[in-house]
Every structure is written in structure tokens, then in C-alpha cells.
């Protein structure tokens, strides 16, 4: 009973959530997701690690095409960012080396706080 008024409310969550809002639940979700990945290669479960380097690739991918590149200036350079991280979390997937998730895991926790600042200084100024 529980765990489906949770999954109703994490739903409607993010059905009624804004754009801001979104994306500062898909950059949670990487840094989450990047650390399930980190712990699943020091506990060598492949499976695990694997899906969730996939999901986190996933989120940048969809933090890439939602860019708005029309934009001059820091959006170029965000796009460079989250183009290396992808690039990282591939080399992460195949070799399974737990030094490309510690190189990475600061920068995704880093584009999550960036994001964040973003957003309350947005809400200040709104």
C-alpha cells in the first residue's frame, strides 16, 4: 500500500514538475546513479554497473539535446563538459576501472551544483 502512494507521488511528481525542476532531477539522478555505478565496479557486478553507467549516460545525453545552443557564451562550453563526461562513462563501461569513476564522479557532482546555484539564484531574481 506504501509503496504505491510513493510511486503515485513520485509520478505526479515529475508530471507537474517545471523544466527547472526536471533538470535538477535528472542531474540528481546522475550523481546517484554514478555512485551505484562506482560501488557496483568495486563489488565487480557487471549487470549493476553497467545499467547504471548506462542511465548516467543517458542523462547527459538528454542534458546535451536540451542545451539551447542558440545561446552565446557558457552553453558551448557546458556542451564540451557533458560531451567529456559521456566520453568517460563509455571508457567507465568498458574497462571497469575504478579511477575514470573517481575522475568523473566530481565533475557530474559539480554540473548538479552548478545547476542548482543556477536555480536559486533564478528563484531570487524571479
Given at each position: ?72 557564451g557558457w552553453t558551448s562550453t557546458l556542451l ?5 563526461i559521456k566520453e568517460k562513462l563509455v571508457e ?35
Amino acid at each position: 500500500m506504501y509503496q504505491n502512494a510513493y510511486n503515485i507521488y513520485k509520478n505526479n511528481s515529475v508530471n507537474y514538475a517545471s523544466k527547472e525542476q526536471l533538470l535538477l532531477m535528472l542531474v540528481e539522478g546522475a550523481v546517484k546513479f554514478a555512485k551505484i555505478a562506482r560501488q557496483a565496479i568495486l563489488d565487480k557486478d557487471i549487470k549493476r554497473a553497467n545499467s547504471s553507467l548506462i542511465r548516467v549516460q543517458d542523462i547527459f545525453t538528454e542534458l546535451m539535446v536540451s542545451l539551447d545552443t542558440t545561446q552565446a557564451g557558457w552553453t558551448s562550453t557546458l556542451l564540451s563538459i557533458y560531451a567529456f563526461i559521456k566520453e568517460k562513462l563509455v571508457e567507465a563501461n568498458m574497462t571497469k576501472k575504478i579511477e575514470v569513476m573517481d575522475e568523473i564522479i566530481p565533475l557530474i557532482e559539480d554540473v548538479s551544483n552548478l545547476w542548482h546555484d543556477a536555480y536559486k539564484e533564478a528563484k531570487k531574481q524571479g
